[in-house]
């Protein structure tokens, strides 16, 4: 079972606000992904990070941002949300290394509902 | 570009049977495959992986085979219980840069009848 967590589990937001989405993980792993998954569908990689102050966009272009400043966290923000930010979002995370490092452990999810 | 993509969105068994989930994929630069499996509102739970430089790998009553040839990957489970019902993705790495980065197909419903 993987370690990482995620908070909130569900959120209901209005168009406008603020919203930051905690994910932590207590493996001491150095990557760590965001995904945006809608209902039924695959997952896309939004951000991703390498390690302490590293942060890449990912695959699926996304007005949310992210920060890397403890191995351990890896928030996402978003700064104004808008009904088509409604997804959950899956905060993942592995080693680093060719030998281990291709596995990546996903958290729980975050259901994100603007309204 | 490349995607990985899975024949059948929805595959219904009876409890017992051997469960077959399909995924082909096209990117030949990938040299790793994992399968996820999900559950309803949870995140996805690693299942079994496999390097390219292998064609078959078994675990706890799941076994993946890779065809390289057609670009071909499968998970079986076998004896399917109803706790196999959710959604089944394959994921793809590449074999040079990307770093961790997977590509994921659009997913397999199981359903699992009793």
């Known amino acids: 079972e993987a370690d990482i967590y995620q908070t909130p589990r569900y959120l209901v937001i209005g168009t406008g606000k603020k919203i930051t989405l905690e994910c932590s993980q207590t493996m001491g792993h150095d990557k760590m992904y965001w995904y945006q998954q809608d209902p039924g569908m695959e997952l896309h990689l939004i951000h991703y990070?390498?390690?302490?102050?590293?942060?890449e966009k990912g695959d699926l272009s996304s007005e949310s941002t992210v920060s890397r400043i403890r191995t351990e966290h890896f928030p996402l923000t978003l700064e104004s949300a808008r009904p088509s930010h409604t997804s959950q979002y899956l905060c993942?995370?592995?080693?680093?290394?060719?030998?281990?490092?291709?596995?990546?452990?996903f958290g729980e999810g975050s259901w994100l509902t603007v309204v | 570009g490349e995607s990985v993509g899975l024949h059948l969105p929805t595959l219904s068994v009876q409890e017992g049977d051997n469960s077959i989930i399909n995924c082909a994929y096209s990117n030949s630069a990938s040299d790793y495959f994992i399968w996820y499996k999900q559950e309803s509102g949870k995140g996805p739970q690693f299942i079994i992986d496999?390097?390219?430089?292998?064609d078959k790998r078994q675990g706890q009553r799941v076994t993946v085979l890779l065809n390289k040839t057609v670009k071909h990957l499968s998970l079986q489970i076998a004896a399917t219980q109803p706790g196999d019902s959710a959604v089944y993705f394959c994921?793809?790495?590449?074999?040079?840069?990307?770093?961790?980065?997977?590509?994921f197909g659009t997913g397999t419903q199981l359903k699992v009848e009793l």
């Open positions: 994921a793809e790495k590449p074999r040079t840069g990307g770093g961790n980065k997977l590509t």
């Open positions: 993942a995370s592995s080693e680093s290394g060719a030998a281990s490092g291709n596995t990546i452990y």
């Open positions: 990070s390498y390690g302490v102050n590293s942060t």
């Open positions: 496999i390097r390219s430089n292998m």
